[in-house]
C-alpha cells in the first residue's frame, strides 16, 4: 500500500530565506507526483506536476524534483515571501492508476513566512 | 470557466439525517474525484468517476456513502444516515484524461460537514 510522507509538519521561516520541503513514498512505482498549495479554509491549488519520466519542474521561484528511486520528492521556494503561508501537499499517482488522476496525499507541510 | 463548485459551502446537520453534497466539474474535463480531509487522516479520496462511470470506490468508509454521477456536469454524494463522525470537508475535483496534470486537476472549495 502507498504511503506518503511529509517533514517538517510544519515550518516557520523569516521573509527572504530559502527553503526545502520534503516529501517521501513508500512505492515507486507512481505516474506522476503532484504538489499542492492549500490556504486556510480553501480548496488546494496545483503548483507543480512531474512526469514519472522527468527529474524537476520549475515554476517561478518554485522548483519540485523527483528521485523514484529512493521514493522523495523536494519542494524548493526560493526567497520566501509572506504570501506563501500556507499548507503544502504533495501527492502521488499510485501504481496501477494509470493516467486517471487518482492521487495519494500525504499530511503536508504547514509554512509560516514571517514578515 | 468557473472552475469545479460545489455546494453546499457549509452544512450542520443532525446525527442520523441525510446529507447530499453536489459537485460541478469543469466542463470538459472527464473524471471527477470525491475526498475527504479530516485532522487525524489528511486528505482520502473516496471515489472517483470517469466518464461518468464510477471506477474506484474502495475509498468510501461504509454503506451510508453512496455517490453517483448522472451525466457528465453533476455528481452527489450522499451520507444516510449521518453520523458525527462523517465530519469533515469533502472536496470534489476534476481533471482531464488523460491526465497530463498542472491546472487541469482542479479541486472544488470543498464542503464542511458538521454532525452533531
Known amino acids: 500500500k502507498q504511503e506518503v510522507t511529509q517533514i517538517p509538519a510544519a515550518l516557520s521561516v523569516p521573509e527572504g530565506e530559502n527553503l526545502v520541503l520534503n516529501c517521501s513514498f513508500t512505492?515507486?512505482?507512481?505516474?506522476?507526483l503532484q504538489w499542492f498549495r492549500q490556504d486556510p479554509g480553501k480548496g488546494l491549488t496545483s503548483l507543480l506536476l512531474?512526469?514519472?519520466?522527468?527529474r524537476e519542474q520549475t515554476s517561478g521561484r518554485l522548483n519540485a524534483s523527483l528521485d523514484k528511486s529512493s521514493g522523495r520528492s523536494t519542494l524548493y521556494i526560493a526567497a520566501s515571501q509572506p504570501g506563501d503561508s500556507a499548507t503544502y501537499l504533495c501527492?502521488?499517482?499510485?501504481?496501477?492508476?494509470?493516467?486517471?488522476?487518482?492521487?495519494?496525499f500525504g499530511q503536508g507541510t504547514t509554512l509560516q513566512v514571517k514578515p | 470557466d468557473a472552475g469545479v463548485i460545489q455546494s453546499p459551502r457549509h452544512e450542520v446537520t443532525e446525527m442520523g439525517q441525510e446529507v447530499t453534497l453536489r459537485c460541478k466539474p469543469i466542463s470538459g474535463h472527464n473524471s471527477l474525484f470525491w475526498y475527504r480531509q479530516t485532522m487525524m487522516r489528511g486528505l482520502e479520496l473516496l471515489i472517483y468517476f470517469n466518464n461518468n462511470v464510477p471506477i474506484d470506490d474502495s475509498g468510501m468508509p461504509e454503506d451510508r456513502f453512496s455517490a453517483k454521477m448522472p451525466n457528465a456536469s453533476f455528481s452527489t454524494l450522499k451520507i444516510q444516515p449521518s453520523e458525527p463522525r462523517d465530519s469533515a470537508v469533502y472536496f470534489c475535483?476534476?481533471?482531464?484524461?488523460?491526465?497530463?496534470?498542472?491546472?487541469?486537476?482542479?479541486f472544488g472549495s470543498g464542503t464542511r460537514l458538521t454532525v452533531v
Open positions: 512531474i512526469q514519472s519520466s522527468q
Open positions: 501527492a502521488v499517482s499510485p501504481p496501477g492508476s494509470g493516467n486517471t488522476g487518482k492521487l495519494i
Open positions: 512505492d515507486s512505482a507512481i505516474y506522476n
Open positions: 475535483a476534476s481533471s482531464l484524461n488523460p491526465f497530463t496534470g498542472g491546472p487541469g486537476y482542479t
